[in-house]
């Protein structure tokens, strides 16, 4: 367990849109605006605790389910926190954690032991000649694309626009198909479709604006949409009349939003690590430090050297699940004892 991360991951700013909107339109948007509002007033009892499950691809959600699975065995139960955030593949544990038995999403993980889908039909995983994995070239082609984008931006602010014109730009050139199966994709993943009655925030990013949005179940949005939208990293998802892009462009683990907490525990899959320039404050050790500041008591979770491969260009590896769950379980066993007394 880290209580300081070194190193650093995504996203923050709130901007105001000069985006023409229809009469139509414009609702919808004020009603998430005041969403967002109600979300963060709403998220701050005092002496609570806040688990905050950051993004991390296929791997990242096996290893969160992992680590929540490990620590619940040995007697730490994180599903009773009084705040939860999922952002991106966070987003998805959240929903899945309110809906099932840690243990239960855990062993389906591990019997489905899916073969790598992100290559061509019928092909192992690529490898090198000493027989480490090679990362798959559409994440590649993904990182690079988005590299580009962060390497052009002003700031936070300029490269969430920057990241929404990109996702927009490729939706207009796409058929339309992919937001259906991507919704029906992320159904089958949840074991239930409803919003949990607990408070359960899930982040996303205006793709016309750039504004982050946060979803909770007073939002009037249905938990698989929100859930579609935080996980939308290559396209922009679309809500009604407005379309979202993935919650790790406000900041990939955005534990800020649990100012006001006693206690915050956040899971990171990615380490704490960032792709943006440190001075723009996106990084999980600028958060840790804004929670601190305000009096909460923080504590971090990264996985460990044995499992930190399956992360980063590896992330959407879906061979990899069954082995990232499991080094989350061993970790979360493991950190069991560390965690009893600050969770409580």
């Known amino acids: 367990m880290n209580t300081t991360p070194s190193s650093t ?62 620590l619940s065995d040995a007697g730490v139960d994180l599903t009773d926190a009084d705040l939860i955030i999922g952002t991106s ?3 998805t ?49 993904h990182m690079e694309r988005t590299s580009r984008i962060i390497a052009a931006a002003e700031d936070a602010a300029d490269m969430r626009r920057r990241m929404g014109a990109a996702a927009l730009d490729m939706d207009a050139a796409s058929d339309g198909s992919g937001q259906a199966r991507w919704r ?21 990013v205006d793709a016309h604006t750039g504004e982050p949005v946060v979803f909770d179940r007073h939002c009037g949005v249905d938990l698989v949409d929100a859930v579609a939208a935080s996980c939308a990293s290559g396209f922009a998802y679309r809500i009604g009349d407005n379309r ?48 601190r500041a305000r009096g909460s008591r923080v504590e971090t979770i990264f996985p460990d050297s044995n499992s930190d491969h399956m992360f980063g260009a590896n992330a959407m590896d879906l061979s990899l699940r069954p082995p990232a769950a499991l080094a989350g379980y061993n970790q979360g066993i493991a950190l069991a004892g560390q965690l009893t007394e600050f969770w409580g």
């Not at 000069?18 to 414009?26: E, I, M, V």
């Not at 948007?29 to 005092?46: E, F, G, H, I, Y």
């Not at 959240?94 to 039909?121: F, K, M, S």
Request: aromatic share 4%.
């Open 9 to 70: 991951l995504h996203f923050t700013s709130t901007t105001a849109s000069d985006r023409p909107r229809s009469d139509q339109d414009q609702p919808r948007v004020d009603a998430l605006a005041d969403a967002t509002a109600d979300a963060k007033k709403r998220q701050r009892p005092a002496g609570g605790r806040a688990l905050v499950l950051g993004g991390g691809g296929s791997t990242g959600n096996a290893w969160l389910i992992g680590v929540i699975a490990g």
């Open 89 to 91: 593949a966070g987003s």
């Open 93 to 141: 544990a959240a929903a899945q954690i309110a809906g099932a038995a840690p243990t239960e999403l855990l062993a389906a993980i591990r019997a489905a032991a899916p073969q790598q889908r992100t290559g061509p039909v019928g092909t192992h995983p690529p490898s090198d000649p000493a027989g480490r994995r090679v990362p798959i070239r559409p994440v590649v082609d």
């Open 184 to 204: 029906a994709t992320v159904a089958a993943r949840l074991p239930s479709r409803r919003w949990p009655q607990r408070t359960v925030l899930i982040t996303a």
């Open 244 to 291: 979202y892009i993935d919650g790790g462009y406000r900041r990939n683990e955005n534990a800020d939003l649990a100012a006001g907490y006693g206690r915050v525990l956040v899971l990171s899959p990615f380490g704490g690590r960032t792709r943006t320039p440190l001075e723009w404050g996106m990084h999980l050790a600028a958060q840790v430090d804004e929670l």
